[in-house]
């Protein structure tokens, strides 16, 4: 069955860096788009950035484009996000999810398949 574990969440300082990690399983990477998206206490869900299992074309929300950078590793079928600058507003709970096919997306409600998430904190 699908299965999407993420990893690497933590507390950070402000203008630090982590790297989120998110484990495929049940499917293969290069037919599907992943996306990462996250979750602040008391607001919606966002997508923050997502890539084409097909062709590593990628799309960024406004606010973390030149921040973030998301990639993967069809071998490991593992997705990655690299969070550099980080500010207090990039805290929440940061999930990785699939999609029904190759579009490039940052809907939440276009995605199938989501993990539980990793906690990621920004703060002094």
């Known amino acids: 069955q699908v299965q999407l574990v993420e990893s690497g969440g933590d507390l950070v300082q402000p203008g630090g860096s982590l790297r989120l990690s998110c484990g495929a399983s049940?499917?293969?990477?290069?037919?599907?788009?992943i996306g990462w998206f996250r979750q602040a206490p008391g607001k919606e869900r966002e997508g923050v950035a997502c890539?084409?299992?097909?062709?590593?074309?990628?799309y960024y929300k406004d606010s973390v484009r030149g921040r973030f950078t998301i990639s993967s590793d069809n071998a490991k079928n593992a997705v990655y996000l690299q969070m550099d600058d980080l500010k207090p507003e990039d805290t929440g709970i940061y999930y990785c999810?699939?999609?029904?096919?190759?579009?490039?997306?940052?809907?939440?409600?276009?995605?199938?398949?989501w993990g539980q998430g990793t906690s990621v904190t920004v703060s002094s």
């Open positions: 999810a699939r999609g029904p096919s190759l579009l490039i997306s940052l809907q939440p409600r276009w995605y199938e398949y």
């Open positions: 049940g499917f293969t990477l290069d037919s599907y788009t």
């Open positions: 890539i084409s299992g097909s062709d590593s074309s990628t």
